[in-house]
C-alpha cells in the first residue's frame, strides 16, 4: 500500500472532542493512530487485510469503525476532517465504504465454493 496517512497536530486538535469518552474497562488504544488507519482503509476502498501493522490491529480499526457508525460518530468525525484540511468527504463517507460490502463479498464467495464442492485453489 503506498498511501500513508496521518493526522496533522492541528486536524487531530479538531478531532479528539468529538470522540466518545466513555471507559469500556480496558485501556483505549490510541484513537489518532486508529482515525488514520481508518482513513488509509478507505481510501483503499474499504479493505482492512491490506492496511499495514503500523496502524494497529486491523480488527480494532474495523471494530471502532462500525461502533462509531452505528453511533452517528462517524459522520461527525469525517465531515470535520475533510474541512480541516484531510482527504475530501467523498472519499470518507462514501455509504459504499460505510458498509464495507466488499469484505462480505469476499467472505461470501469463499465459503460458498466450500458449500459447492469446489476447490479453493
Not at 15 to 31: F, I, S, T, Y
Not at 76 to 91: D, I, K, M, N
Amino acid at each position: 500500500m503506498s498511501q500513508d496517512f496521518w493526522l496533522s497536530d492541528a486536524q487531530w486538535e479538531r478531532l479528539a472532542p468529538l470522540l466518545p469518552n466513555k471507559p469500556r474497562g480496558v485501556p483505549r488504544v490510541d484513537d489518532r493512530r486508529v482515525i488514520s488507519g481508518i482513513v488509509v482503509a478507505l481510501q483503499s476502498g474499504g479493505r482492512w487485510i491490506d492496511l499495514p501493522a503500523e496502524y494497529g490491529p486491523r480488527k480494532t480499526l474495523y471494530n471502532r469503525f462500525v461502533r462509531w457508525s452505528a453511533q452517528g460518530v462517524r459522520q461527525t468525525v469525517f465531515e470535520t476532517l475533510a474541512a480541516a484540511g484531510g482527504p475530501p468527504a467523498t472519499v470518507l463517507l462514501h455509504e459504499e465504504f460505510g458498509r464495507c460490502y466488499g469484505h462480505r463479498r469476499r467472505v461470501g464467495q469463499r465459503s460458498s465454493m466450500k458449500h459447492s464442492g469446489q476447490s479453493e485453489r
